[in-house]
């Protein structure tokens, strides 16, 4: 076992996002020491392969000597400028205009943030001037969905609709609104395609109906639901939604801060449905974890829109590390690995990892299987004919992650008994096949569990 001293300190120091600091206090921290490829190490010296990338984020897998290289070039040569005051770097031009390239239609101008929260952030920001500068301001009602995730920033944890995330916050505001999640599994209408994709459309048309269509600014929607529990909606939703928002007049943003960048496939999962929205929110992927860094791409008449209202001046929003020259670097680095092999690997290391997970179906807990690409979740349940989710009292998803853990095994355990997985695209064969070994033990010995069943 590692060094106690550490786990004190942690205890008595350190505030762990999204934990319950009193179950973390008795708990203790698990400290991870080094890693290579899609295998992390603990301090005590122990391998486990990581199923997660992290956080949905490593997408290049670990121990990249070019990234690395890439990153100390950049801190030698300029580690900081602003891109205030008509300032700039290198880096930061050239990631924009090599991503503005490789982004669906006219999403031709990209604004860098920090990660995704402040990148949704934003949007909002530019959403509201962007109806103010069109002669619109009573345009500032926003619609997202049921179990969408959309960061942990005040306004952008409004958007967000998991119950976790308000709890005490004093949030969502009078202005966020919701639609249901087209949840195919779980749906009212049942999972037929067709019947989903309607529902969605008659559920945002009437939410637009009833705030007032005058009202509406924007709708937000991830192309695939991340940490609401992986909910893939049917191929043609996103496209669906996109239209409709077009026809009601409201404007549309794909938040792909976990789709982007090759985990679903493609660089953007809009790409692949033929979506142009008139942002893109990104993160995570775009630098693979390695150093912070997110992204919004704005479509061109957006972005007119916005430019022609401020005239001579200053749109006011900024942050210190906007465009940050040592992220962009590492962009660049990892852009390239994209498009030398990585995004090849990862859909094939995505079919081997969607075959092995739907061969486990008949397993008694296993109540659905789902993904694209290099997402994919294990939906768990005591009663597959009703659909039964794991008893929550349970702390059923704990004991799981708990259980993975010690087997090996790095995934993501949703409270709602949903297990999801994210492996970094560059796993080899036998990293995909220990991810699947190690999840069937693990569902082995959680059907063993009196507590959990
Ligand atoms: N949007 C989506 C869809 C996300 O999944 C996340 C993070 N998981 C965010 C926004 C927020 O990103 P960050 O944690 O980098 O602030």
Not at 122 to 134: E, L, N
Not at 140 to 163: C, K, N, R, W
Not at 315 to 344: C, D, I, Q, R
Not at 399 to 420: H, K, P, T
Request: hydrophobic share 40%; net charge negative; aromatic share 8%.
């Amino acid at each position: 076992m590692y060094s106690n001293s550490l786990i004190e300190l942690d205890r008595a120091h350190l505030i762990h996002p999204v934990a319950s600091y009193r179950g973390h206090e008795q708990q203790g921290v698990r400290v991870l020491a080094s890693a290579r490829g899609a295998t992390v190490t603990d301090a005590s010296g122990r391998q486990l392969v990581d199923g997660f990338a992290g956080l949905w984020c490593v997408n290049a897998g670990y121990g990249h000597d070019s990234i690395v290289e890439a990153a100390a070039r950049q801190m030698r040569e300029l580690p900081y400028a602003t891109a205030y005051f008509g300032l700039g770097s290198e880096p930061a031009i050239r990631l924009a205009s090599e991503l503005a390239e490789r982004a669906p239609g006219d999403l031709d101008h990209v604004y860098f943030t920090l990660g995704g929260s402040d990148a949704v952030d934003s949007t909002i920001r530019f959403v509201r001037y962007y109806w103010t500068a069109r002669g619109e301001p009573r345009r500032d009602q926003f619609i997202s969905i049921e179990m969408g995730y959309h960061g942990s920033s005040t306004v952008g944890a409004g958007l967000t609709a998991l119950p976790a995330f308000h709890a005490g916050f004093g949030i969502p505001f009078d202005w966020q609104h919701k639609i249901p999640s087209p949840y195919p599994y779980r749906n009212p209408v049942g999972e037929d395609p067709q019947a989903v994709i309607a529902a969605s459309l008659a559920a945002l048309r009437a939410k637009v109906e009833e705030i007032g269509p005058e009202r509406v600014a924007a709708f937000y929607a991830e192309p695939i639901q991340g940490s609401g529990g992986v909910i893939v909606p049917p191929r043609g939703w996103l496209k669906a939604m996109g239209d409709l928002c077009r026809e009601l007049g409201i404007l549309f943003i794909a938040d792909e801060v976990i789709t982007g960048f090759g985990r679903t496939g493609p660089l953007f999962a809009c790409s692949e449905e033929g979506v142009v929205p008139d942002f893109i929110t990104t993160a995570k992927g775009l630098t693979s974890g390695y150093v912070p860094m997110g992204a919004v791409f704005m479509a061109d008449h957006v972005y007119q829109t916005i430019a022609d209202g401020a005239g001579p001046s200053a749109v006011g929003h900024g942050y210190t590390y906007s465009a940050h020259p040592v992220s962009a670097a590492v962009g660049l680095e990892v852009l390239k690995l994209y498009e030398n092999g990585l995004l090849e690997n990862g859909r094939k290391a995505g079919a081997r990892l969607m075959a092995g997970l739907e061969a486990l179906k008949d397993h008694p807990l296993v109540g659905e299987v789902r993904g694209r690409g290099m997402l994919a979740a294990v939906e768990l349940v005591v009663d597959k004919k009703n659909k039964t989710p794991l008893p929550a009292e349970a702390q059923a998803a704990r004991r799981i992650f708990d259980r993975a853990w010690e087997n090996g095994l790095v995934i993501r355990a949703f409270a709602n008994g949903v297990l999801g997985y994210a492996p970094p695209l560059c796993c080899t064969d036998a990293d995909i096949d220990a991810i699947l070994e190690r999840t069937a033990v693990t569902l082995d010995q959680t059907l063993e569990d009196p507590d959990v069943r």
